[in-house]
């Protein structure tokens, strides 16, 4: 069954380094999502990006986050300057259609870890 | 999107049925009931989703009452491996203004005991 895949498992950055987490999505997926989870907390939505924009953002999202699909398959998270507090578990998602029903499907995530 | 309750815990024997509901006072008419788990920190896994009528997967069986004010899933035979906490999301179908982000709670934690 085809997964959300995500790299690297864990990630370690000083403070103030710029961070990239990578996802694939399911292939035939046109809908990309980045949540993140704060250990013990519960997962929050960041943003939403549909047809190489962002559609949708929490105000988690600042200007350190930045997303792109640089090609037909990646779909990354940019942290500009980490800061201690974006430790966390950060989640991609994907779903397939544009409009309608149909769930988002979760990658395991990738743990940051800001020193 | 609508609010939604859940126990904060519960218990459930392994080989029985694991009934874990849902309470959606306020849910529109447009608006429908996902149920996500996530096990140990993984990243949330899909289980079900409905409008109004029940739906059942290979998976879990999810029953919406009536006045959809609130619903139930049933893993009708829980074992060890369904320890997690399962989440009751409602949200609207993506399209116009609704892009589809899930709101997580804090869900229930089900550990089920041999």
């Known amino acids: 069954e085809p997964e959300v895949t995500q790299t690297p498992s864990h990630q370690v950055t000083q403070m103030g380094q710029e961070v990239i987490l990578r996802c694939v999505p399911i292939?035939?997926?046109?809908?990309f999502y980045w949540y993140r989870q704060i250990l013990g907390q519960k997962v929050e939505f960041l943003v939403s990006f549909y047809n190489n924009e962002i559609s949708e953002k929490s105000e988690i999202f600042d200007d350190q986050f930045s997303v792109e699909r640089p090609d037909g398959s990646n779909f990354t998270l940019k942290i500009r300057s980490t800061k201690l507090e974006d430790s966390a578990m950060y989640f991609c998602?994907?779903?397939?259609?544009?409009?309608?029903?149909?769930?988002?499907?979760f990658g395991d995530g990738t743990r940051l870890s800001i020193l | 999107d609508a609010k939604t309750t859940q126990p904060p815990s519960m218990d459930c024997a392994e080989g029985r049925a694991a009934n874990l509901p849902c309470n959606h006072s306020?849910?529109?008419?447009?608006?429908?009931v996902y149920w996500y788990r996530q096990i140990h920190s993984q990243g949330p896994q899909y289980i079900i989703h409905g409008l109004k009528n029940n739906e059942t997967n290979e998976m879990a069986s999810l029953i919406i009452t009536e006045d959809r004010k609130s619903s139930t899933l049933i893993l009708p035979h829980a074992t060890l491996r369904d320890t997690a906490v399962y989440y009751c999301?409602?949200?609207?179908?993506?399209?116009?203004?609704?892009?589809?982000?899930?709101?997580f709670g804090q869900g229930t934690i089900l550990t089920v005991h041999p």
């Open positions: 292939s035939n997926h046109l809908y």
């Open positions: 306020t849910i529109s008419g447009n608006e429908y």
């Open positions: 998602a994907s779903r397939k259609e544009v409009e309608g029903n149909q769930p988002q499907h």
């Open positions: 999301i409602v949200r609207v179908a993506t399209g116009g203004t609704s892009y589809g982000k899930l709101t």
